[in-house]
């Protein structure tokens, strides 16, 4: 979360699915993907974040009905997956990761790669995530901002998703454990990668058949570039909620004087 919105391009199709849960290096990740395949990445959090509404609003739709009751259900909500990604090259972190099994569908040539970091470290990063998102003044705060004005409905359909898929009340560290049980259960062994972005080109271009380019592996902070986004997202809330109060004391002062 917190890069640029990335728009489709025309023909590109989608070759790697990213597996690898949010705070695993996503953002380096998928900027290594541009780099690799040539073509636009569709990281989740910063497409239903910046991107129009209708993205963040789609994938609050899928999540509605998921778990999917029938293969009716599944196939028009996988439609809706494919009509998100077309265009893109390879696809990473949430929302697009909660649907890994109808992926695996959607695309049975792309390369299923889970991005990894050390337990403890990247839990402690996913609590002190979930506990901003979570706070209670957001739906207010949010409410002047497209897209992100959903953003606080959107958690909260997500929060169900991920307790159905990991467990609720569990220890953070559970969490990554049974994701990393959960993809080997619904991937083909042949199909699926672990790297970490720690260990730069090597192992990635190795899973992919790819020369190892010859610039430095993008490093990303994704701490600090959620921290940023976050920080320039709360000053433009303010700023037009402060605008919208100002017109609307003007209003009731103009009313008052035309009455007087």
């Known amino acids: 979360m917190g890069q640029e919105y990335s728009v489709p391009k025309p023909g590109s199709k989608i070759q790697v699915i990213g597996a690898g849960l949010p705070r695993t290096g996503t953002a380096s990740f998928s900027r290594a993907l541009e780099i690799l395949l040539s073509g636009p990445v569709y990281h989740g959090g910063t497409q239903i974040t910046i991107?129009?509404?209708y993205e963040i609003k789609t994938w609050m739709?899928?999540?509605s009905q998921w778990p999917f009751r029938d293969d009716t259900t599944e196939k028009h909500n996988m439609n809706l997956i494919a009509g998100r990604l077309d265009g893109f090259v390879a696809s990473n972190?949430?929302?697009?990761?909660a649907y890994?099994?109808?992926l695996v569908k959607l695309y049975p040539d792309a390369k299923i790669i889970c991005t990894t970091r050390d337990v403890d470290s990247w839990a402690k990063s996913m609590d002190a995530v979930a506990k901003a998102a979570s706070q209670w003044y957001l739906r207010i705060l949010l409410?002047?901002?497209p897209s992100l004005r959903y953003f606080p409905s959107y958690c909260n359909d997500m929060a169900k998703v991920w307790y159905t898929l990991y467990g609720k009340d569990e220890p953070t560290e559970n969490t990554y454990h049974r994701h990393m049980e959960w993809l080997r259960d619904v991937v083909p062994k042949e199909r699926l990668v672990f790297v970490s972005v720690q260990d730069g080109w090597e192992p990635l271009c190795k899973a992919l058949d790819l020369p190892v380019p010859d610039i430095p592996f993008p490093r990303i902070n994704d701490s600090k570039a959620i921290d940023?986004?976050?920080?320039r997202q709360v000053k433009r809330a303010l700023l037009r909620w402060a605008l919208m109060v100002g017109s609307a004391v003007g209003v009731a002062f103009g009313i008052r004087w035309l009455m007087s």
């Open 93 to 97: 972190d949430y929302p697009v990761l």
């Open 228 to 231: 940023n986004f976050a920080a």
């Open 100 to 102: 890994i099994p109808q």
């Open 51 to 53: 991107g129009p509404e």
């Open 143 to 145: 409410l002047p901002l």
């Open 61 to 63: 739709q899928i999540a």
